[in-house]
């Protein structure tokens, strides 16, 4: 009996743990024995979110990064989160331009596979039709998450039915994606068989976090129930808000008979590596959770409430943390119990903020709140659970009427090029300019100059010297070998 890997370390672990903030030279660093490390899937963060987050706040250029992964993990299949978007939550994009950016990627040798959730959005019905091919056309495979949720709709029949409809797009992997780390054991003993049962032979994953410290208990328990695909993550980027440690599961997995093919000893290097990164920079390491039940009663994710936090304290509101989070349960009710995953957590948070602020529940409302109960976002989006009385209250708001009538023609990838890039520019640089709209932050990013570089394992001197150099009590260093020596004085401005 053969386990399998799928690495999240420097995609969903570095966006759970140091939100987001993996440079390239990290990546660099440890990309070769990340490749050598026997994984089946490595998760690399090249979708457009995290595009922008390297371009504008790590002052880097993605596309040099999509090259690094190519050039350093070519045995290994590379995988991240996608859909009929480039950034999400902004205006969907003309079909073209998301296939511009995603076959950019495939040609570079950046990217083997495509991972979309299904059943949030209403990408079953509105997107999977043209995307899915698509992202067949250009040479993925597709991997179709269901999202895990606890409600009175999420039920086992519910992941039953959903995953008899994903069927019809041949995905090449089925994966289960607990985003909150909300699953249990006594629910993975049910709810896991059904998805196999209803998988006809698909493969099936299970990808969960460790936000209540259930994780490394659920993945075990699946391993028992027939599941041999599971999403891992390397430490210091395991465990906390991130995956479970590849270490702890693979130990435990071969301890109840099961076999891996995971180098541990080169990934321990890995480990040692990152670490050091982490301390050098002053990132989290991530660290096993303690069990908190609060997290199955609002079911709002890591990455919205540390967001929402951050919100709360420029308003000068931070104490009513706990309010806006109880609220959150009553807006979600009324809505329908939407998935708490993008975009349905942002707003569901969003407008439970906004009532506590208020005093008053729906005196003031997102426009997204409205676009929900006209039916915008899919089959979550304004049906029969949502709250009736709420529904006709936003359908009946004047500004209702001016977000029905309003109705962007799709602008045309020509006509995008035209206003964007002139003759001559690269689709890189255009698809650049059409995630950051506009030049002027990828001028700041070229401005602030080259990547910082993060040495591997392989160059522990010049990793040495460097460290030295940051000390002013070290005048200089002397290195020497037989009859050869080099001396480099260390200069500080007087």
């Known amino acids: ?92 994009p003309p079909q073209a331009i998301v296939e511009l950016y995603h076959a950019r990627l495939v040609e570079i040798g950046a990217l083997d596979r495509a991972q979309l959730t299904a059943n949030t959005f209403g990408q079953i019905q509105l997107a999977f039709p043209w995307v899915v091919p698509m992202f067949k056309k250009v040479g993925l495979q597709v991997a179709l998450a269901l999202s895990y949720s606890i409600s009175p709709r999420h039920t086992d029949g519910y992941y039953a039915q959903k995953t008899r409809e994903i069927l019809v797009f041949k995905p090449d992997v089925i994966y289960l994606k607990d985003q909150g780390g909300l699953l249990t054991v006594d629910r993975a003993r049910t709810l896991l068989p059904v998805m196999l049962r209803n998988a006809d032979g698909v493969p099936v994953e299970l990808h969960s976090h460790g936000t209540t410290g259930l994780a490394p208990l659920v993945y075990l328990e699946a391993l028992k129930l027939g599941i041999r695909r599971l999403h891992t993550a390397v430490p210091p980027l395991a465990n906390g808000a991130s995956q479970p440690s590849v270490f702890n599961v693979a130990g435990n997995a071969r301890l109840m008979g099961y076999s891996t093919r995971v180098d541990e000893r080169g990934l321990r290097s890995v480990a040692e590596r990152l670490t050091a990164i982490a301390r050098q920079d002053g990132l989290p390491i991530g660290a096993p959770l303690e069990y908190d039940y609060a997290q ?22 931070l104490d009513r943390l706990d309010e806006v989070l109880e ?40 426009d997204e709140l409205i676009l929900f109960a006209q039916g915008v976002y899919g089959e ?97 260093v002397r290195v020497q070998r037989g009859g050869d020596s080099l001396v480099l004085q260390n200069q500080f401005p007087v």
């Open 380 to 476: 979550d989006s304004g049906y029969t659970w949502m709250d009736q009385t709420l529904k006709d209250k936003l359908l009946g708001m004047s500004r209702a009427k001016e977000l029905a009538v309003r109705q962007e023609r799709e602008i045309t990838l020509k006509e995008l090029r035209g206003k964007l890039a002139g003759p001559g520019v690269s689709d890189e640089e255009f698809l650049l300019r059409y995630i950051m709209k506009g030049e002027d932050e990828i001028r700041a990013m070229r401005a602030a100059g080259p990547p910082r570089p993060y040495f591997n394992a392989s160059m522990p001197l010049l990793t040495l010297i460097q460290e030295l150099g940051k000390h002013r009590q070290v005048r200089y």
């Open 327 to 366: 609220e959150s349960v009553q807006v979600r009710k009324d809505m329908g119990y939407p998935i708490m995953i993008t975009p349905h957590s942002q707003f569901v948070v969003t407008q439970a903020a906004i009532n506590v602020v208020t005093g008053e529940r729906y005196r003031h409302v997102i």
């Open 296 to 317: 199955y009663i609002y079911q709002v994710p890591g990455g919205v409430i540390s967001n929402l936090k951050h919100q709360l304290n420029e308003m000068r509101v």
């Open 1 to 92: 009996m053969h386990v399998r890997f799928i690495d999240t370390t420097f995609r969903d672990g570095a966006q759970s743990l140091w939100a987001g903030g993996m440079r390239s030279g990290m990546v660099e660093a440890v990309a070769e024995t990340m490749d050598r490390a026997g994984f089946d899937v490595i998760e690399v963060p090249l979708g457009g979110n995290r595009m922008k987050k390297m371009l504008r706040d790590l002052k880097e250029n993605p596309w040099d990064l999509a090259r690094i992964v190519a050039r350093k993990m070519p045995n290994t299949f590379k995988s991240m989160m996608a859909g009929a978007f480039i950034v999400p939550l902004e205006a969907p």
